[in-house]
């Protein structure tokens, strides 16, 4: 299994604003995965981060709403920029497991509120 | 790429009865389906998962039966407990889509004792 940790776990932000997740995994891997959660809502993959190149994003969201870093191979950034109130939501960091069955691992989630 | 549709969307119990989630998914190159279960405010957990090659699996009260064929597959909670009361989401890994776990939406299982 890989221990994730997330930070902040909760967030209130003003609308406009930009904030910066961090995703710290206790082992090295290869690709780290973001998932928003929106309320009531199920998990949806934003993007993919490689160490080492851009991340891949999933349709509907672009790298200038959702820039990432991939510095090392156990932490990743993701930044939420120009938050408005839609953006409120859990977002995820989540990474395979060491033998790549397909299981993913969570982080705990960052729980964000845009007023 | 891959779709998945789950349902029901809310499903209550009681203690003790049984309780099936179902979902059906499009790509019929996928093969690995989890399933997940997250308890309010807690992160998703993996309960079980099935691959393409087996039709069923059983750990304790849980098991998964999968349907190639018919591409959908099902999870089943005998004996419920309060304590297995959350949101349960299904998932598969569709080749086509990068080997990217899609998810369903989700059944919040609710278990009255």
């Known amino acids: 299994s890989a221990v994730i940790s997330q930070k902040p776990s909760r967030d209130i932000c003003q609308r406009g604003t930009s904030l910066t997740i961090q995703c710290q995994v206790d082992?090295?891997?290869?690709?780290m995965f973001w998932y928003r959660q929106q309320p009531g809502q199920s998990l949806t993959l934003i993007a993919t981060a490689n160490q080492g190149s851009e991340a891949t994003y999933e349709s509907g969201f672009v790298i200038d709403k959702f820039p990432i870093s991939r510095p090392n191979l156990t932490f990743s950034t993701l930044t939420v920029s120009n938050m408005s109130p839609e953006d409120s939501s859990i977002y995820l960091c989540?990474?395979?497991?060491?033998?790549?069955?397909?299981?993913?691992?969570f982080g705990e989630g960052s729980r964000l509120t845009v007023l | 790429g891959e779709n998945v549709e789950q349902h029901p969307s809310t499903l209550s119990v009681q203690e003790g009865d049984s309780a099936v989630i179902k979902c059906t998914y499009s790509d019929s190159a996928s093969n690995y389906f989890p399933w997940y279960k997250q308890e309010l405010g807690k992160r998703p957990q993996l309960i079980i998962d099935i691959r393409s090659n087996v039709g069923e699996k059983k750990d304790q009260r849980i098991a998964v039966t999968l349907n190639k064929t018919a591409k959908h597959f099902s999870l089943h909670i005998t004996e419920t407990q309060p304590e297995d009361s959350a949101v349960y989401f299904c998932?598969?890994?569709?080749?086509?889509?990068?080997?990217?776990?899609?998810f369903g939406g989700g059944t919040r299982l609710m278990v009255k004792p």
């Open positions: 998932a598969a890994i569709s080749h086509n889509a990068g080997n990217m776990l899609t």
């Open positions: 082992s090295q891997v290869t690709m």
């Open positions: 989540s990474v395979e497991g060491l033998t790549y069955t397909g299981e993913l691992f």
